[in-house]
């Protein structure tokens, strides 16, 4: 986005790309079909929800924001579909759609691409970058620069972190990475029984230090050692594993009804007698909780319905709606969808992507210390900081 930019601006640009071909991450983001925006149009209400970092992309989006990016690849012949809850993709559900959009902007504004080129050095002088150094020994001078080298996740594709290793070299503080969007470990030894369960619109409630830090809702895959899924991954971004003492997680498998609502329909429900507990709880929750939910409960599944005692009613309540799981890490880089952390926002002019402390640098994409939620938003970020990156860099002396 950033070399197309400033190619449509009159650049005369070198994109540097040390793999094979142009795009490697962008064809794995979405699952293969790539969640490439958030369909929400307004750009205060987009920045929101990237917390409060957010503020730095305002400038920034109203200058090429979703409606933009929208505009952009239906005016190049991408036709997309919006799915739940605001999803953007592809209407063919292929990412090398979006990718091909893109790889024709560079040919149509004639942006010299050199694939196989990987950078070993950045040289600056004087608050000013005055060469790169190629690993092949191959140096290259320009008037100006930008960084866009993403992050440390999808390391299958090359992605290595290297730019804030750069970055940091020339005189930038980097806010320490680590894996986001990624998968939650659970210490519960019981989780492989649960493998393969999933729940659309869980509540889940994350606590550290007996304190309730966030709330969200989303749809969950429990795994042999945890959780996935989009509203797990999304509660990713805000665990501190620095601080990993009493950092758990409630799930609520009914966030439809109160507590009290529940305890009544249970005394309902459990009063016609003779049927098995088990059997009475069938239609609530899905069939694989069923086993660690009366384990947990030390309630016999095969008991009649109307011998089930207060204190055991209690219990399944309490389990249906805090079922609590103790989180002991992070899947890490190798299946995390962004990096959190990376140039320190303060040291970017948010209007232009140039940096405060390189005359000549533009910084773009995931090497900022910027990240949203699941759902097209850090694809957004992306977008918008490439544009503003090319549009200032090209015009900038």
């Known amino acids: 986005m950033a070399a197309g930019r400033a190619g449509a601006k009159g650049a005369r640009l070198i994109l540097l790309e040390k793999n094979a071909e142009l795009g490697t991450k962008l064809l794995l983001t979405g699952g293969g079909r790539c969640n490439l925006t ?17 503020r730095f992309l305002l400038s920034p989006l109203h200058q090429f924001g979703v409606r933009e990016t929208l505009e952009f690849f239906h005016d190049r012949g991408l036709r997309t579909k919006v799915e739940n809850n605001g999803r953007v993709f592809p209407a063919s559900d292929r990412a090398r759609d979006v990718l091909e959009v893109l790889i024709k902007e560079l040919k149509k504004y004639q942006v010299t691409v050199r694939t196989k080129s990987q950078v070993k050095k950045i040289v600056a002088e004087d608050n000013k970058i005055v060469k790169l150094i190629l690993t092949d020994g191959e140096e290259i001078a320009a008037n100006n620069f930008i960084l866009a080298t993403g992050g440390q996740s999808y390391p299958q594709v090359g992605a290595t972190g290297d730019g804030y290793q750069w970055l940091a070299e020339i005189g930038h503080k980097i806010i320490p990475t680590r894996p986001v969007l990624t998968p939650l470990l659970v210490e519960e030894s019981f989780m492989k029984d649960l493998e393969g369960l999933s729940l659309s619109e869980a509540k889940l409630n994350l606590y550290q230090n007996a304190k309730k830090i966030l709330s969200v809702s989303g749809d969950i895959v429990f795994t042999s050692t945890g959780l996935s899924g989009p509203g797990a991954q999304d509660l990713s971004r805000y665990i501190d594993l620095k601080d990993k003492k009493d950092l758990f997680l409630e799930i609520d498998f009914l966030p439809q009804i109160e507590s009290s609502a529940l ?126 990156a090319g549009e200032s860099a090209s015009g900038a002396i």
Not at 38 to 54: C, Q, T, V, W, Y
Not at 327 to 343: D, N, P, S
């Open 263 to 388: 305890d009544k329909k249970l005394q309902e429900d459990l009063s016609h007698g003779k049927k098995l507990v088990k059997n009475t709880l069938a239609g609530l929750v899905p069939p694989k909780f069923l086993p660690v939910l009366f384990l947990l409960a030390k309630v016999d599944p095969e008991k009649k319905s109307g011998l089930v005692s207060r204190g055991e009613r209690l219990a399944l309540v309490k389990l249906l709606k805090k079922f609590r799981l103790k989180i002991k890490g992070l899947v890490g880089f190798e299946r995390a969808k962004v990096t959190a952390g990376g140039v320190a926002l303060g040291e970017i002019d948010p209007r232009t992507m140039r940096s405060r402390k390189i005359s000549n640098l533009f910084v773009a994409g995931e090497l900022l210390d910027l990240t949203g939620p699941t759902g097209g938003f850090n694809l957004q970020i992306a977008w918008t900081t490439g544009y503003a």
């Open 38 to 54: 958030n369909n929400i149009l307004d750009p205060k209400e987009f920045a929101a929800r990237l917390g409060k970092e957010g």
